[in-house]
């Protein structure tokens, strides 16, 4: 049956860039949440404040202080489904050439980006809005582009050509955050227990995925979200951002904001990784909140295992007292559960988990 992946003239959308630009005073209607999804805008937090662990990756270069990294990450991930880190390898000149190019690609005429929009969650390139804007009952104040980046000399003659150095800067950031997910996995592994070079092939041809987001100046950001709450699918997720608005869901149930970090980065934990560690680390629940004088942009670096290979619990990590508690899955059911679902009505992780008792709504 033909699948048509470009927008339709019902399904052509304003950018949420082009609300803004505008000037609008009051958010369309189609982007009001009911009130209790609505943020509750709060005080900031102290500048002492962090919602997750920042660890220090320099000390992985000192074989005595190795292991405190190690479980420093254990902690981190047991406690709280992610953490910052801080010399990470990866320098300041990439991450913010990455970000202005960004910034360009957003600031475009909307004719150029809409060339690579698509309905289709599959498409390996897609400009779009929202999160699925065809199934999303509520919009989401964002506008973003994706694009398959492993291995980059397969997909980088898809990504777009303007801005001109985009394919140059954001390729130079792929590369180098994919040695990053290369190094954090081993860490991760030896944390569970596991030999460093568990998987190793499999985490190396896995799938990489770039989310470029913008979330624009919102003028009532009480009544929005750039994104619902939700739980990435894969193993880990990299972000990269210039302004605060990322929130994770505390351990008290409380929504809890993440500082940016000058040169850090946030590594979530998503729902592969949760399988494979058979429960003992969660994957994170996180948001996007707005602001009405700033507009954000993240750089979220998604990587799983490659798009069909399926994941099920380390065979190490199950035992009488830690029976297999997950079915497996893989990157390609995740895209037909997102294709099909509206992912405020359920997480993709509760399909996967055996104990049907153990399923509570996005924990």
Same mark, same amino acid.
């Given at each position: 049956?033909?699948?048509?992946?470009?927008?339709?003239?019902?399904?052509? &959308?304003?950018?949420?860039?082009?609300?803004?630009?505008?000037?609008?005073?009051?958010?369309?209607?189609?982007?009001?949440?009911?009130?209790?999804?609505?943020?509750?805008?709060?005080?900031?937090?102290?500048?002492? &404040?962090?919602?997750?662990?920042?660890?220090?990756?320099?000390?992985?270069?000192?074989?005595?202080?190795?292991?405190?990294?190690?479980?420093?990450?254990?902690?981190?991930?047991?406690?709280?489904?992610? &953490?910052?880190?801080?010399?990470?390898?990866?320098?300041?000149?990439?991450?913010?050439?990455?970000?202005?190019?960004?910034?360009?690609?957003?600031?475009?005429?909307?004719?150029?980006?809409? !060339?690579?929009?698509?309905?289709?969650?599959?498409?390996?390139? !897609?400009?779009?809005?929202?999160?699925?804007?065809?199934?999303?009952?509520?919009?989401?104040?964002?506008?973003?582009?994706?694009?398959?980046?492993?291995?980059?000399?397969?997909?980088?003659?898809?990504?777009?050509?303007?801005?001109?150095?985009?394919?140059?800067?954001?390729?130079?950031?792929?590369?180098?955050?994919?040695?990053?997910?290369?190094?954090?996995?081993?860490?991760?592994?030896?944390?569970?227990?596991? !030999?460093?070079?568990?998987?190793?092939?499999?985490?190396?041809?896995?799938?990489?995925?770039?989310?470029?987001?913008?979330?624009?100046?919102?003028?009532?950001?009480?009544?929005?979200?750039?994104?619902?709450?939700?739980?990435?699918?894969?193993?880990?997720?990299?972000?990269?951002?210039?302004?605060?608005?990322?929130?994770?869901?505390?351990?008290?149930?409380?929504?809890?904001?993440?500082?940016?970090?000058?040169?850090?980065?946030?590594?979530?934990?998503?729902?592969?990784?949760?399988?494979?560690?058979?429960?003992?680390?969660?994957?994170?629940?996180?948001?996007?909140?707005?602001?009405?004088?700033?507009?954000?942009?993240?750089?979220?670096?998604?990587?799983?295992?490659?798009?069909?290979?399926?994941?099920?619990?380390?065979?190490?990590?199950?035992?009488?007292?830690?029976?297999?508690?997950?079915?497996?899955?893989?990157?390609?059911? &995740?895209?037909?559960?997102?294709?099909?679902?509206?992912?405020?009505?359920? !997480?993709?992780?509760?399909?996967?988990?055996?104990?049907?008792?153990?399923?509570?709504?996005?924990?």
């Amino acid at each position: 049956m033909a699948d048509n992946t470009h927008p339709t003239a019902d399904q052509y &959308f304003t950018s949420t860039m082009t609300l803004a630009k505008m000037g609008i005073s009051s958010v369309p209607e189609s982007y009001i949440l009911p009130p209790a999804d609505r943020p509750t805008l709060e005080q900031p937090p102290p500048p002492s &404040f962090s919602a997750l662990p920042v660890i220090d990756l320099s000390s992985l270069e000192n074989p005595v202080l190795q292991s405190q990294v190690i479980e420093q990450v254990q902690v981190a991930c047991k406690e709280f489904g992610g &953490f910052q880190v801080i010399n990470h390898g990866i320098h300041v000149s990439l991450t913010d050439e990455a970000l202005d190019v960004a910034a360009e690609f957003f600031e475009m005429p909307n004719d150029i980006k809409m !060339r690579l929009a698509s309905t289709n969650v599959h498409e390996p390139v !897609r400009y779009g809005t929202s999160l699925n804007q065809v199934k999303d009952k509520v919009q989401y104040w964002r506008d973003f582009i994706k694009h398959y980046s492993n291995p980059i000399s397969t997909w980088i003659d898809l990504w777009p050509s303007e801005p001109p150095t985009y394919k140059k800067k954001m390729g130079n950031y792929a590369k180098a955050v994919l040695l990053l997910h290369t190094k954090l996995m081993q860490i991760i592994f030896e944390s569970l227990g596991l !030999r460093s070079d568990y998987l190793q092939n499999d985490v190396e041809q896995g799938s990489q995925v770039l989310a470029v987001n913008c979330y624009p100046a919102c003028p009532e950001p009480n009544l929005a979200l750039g994104l619902p709450r939700h739980s990435d699918y894969g193993l880990l997720t990299i972000i990269l951002q210039n302004q605060e608005g990322l929130e994770v869901m505390g351990n008290n149930e409380k929504w809890q904001p993440v500082t940016v970090i000058n040169e850090a980065l946030v590594v979530q934990l998503g729902d592969q990784m949760e399988v494979l560690s058979n429960g003992r680390y969660k994957s994170i629940v996180h948001r996007a909140t707005l602001n009405s004088e700033k507009k954000r942009l993240s750089i979220a670096s998604l990587h799983s295992l490659a798009i069909n290979k399926k994941i099920a619990p380390a065979p190490d990590l199950v035992d009488e007292g830690h029976p297999s508690s997950y079915k497996e899955g893989s990157f390609e059911d &995740f895209l037909k559960f997102l294709s099909d679902n509206d992912i405020l009505e359920g !997480r993709y992780i509760d399909t996967l988990r055996q104990n049907s008792d153990s399923v509570s709504e996005a924990k």
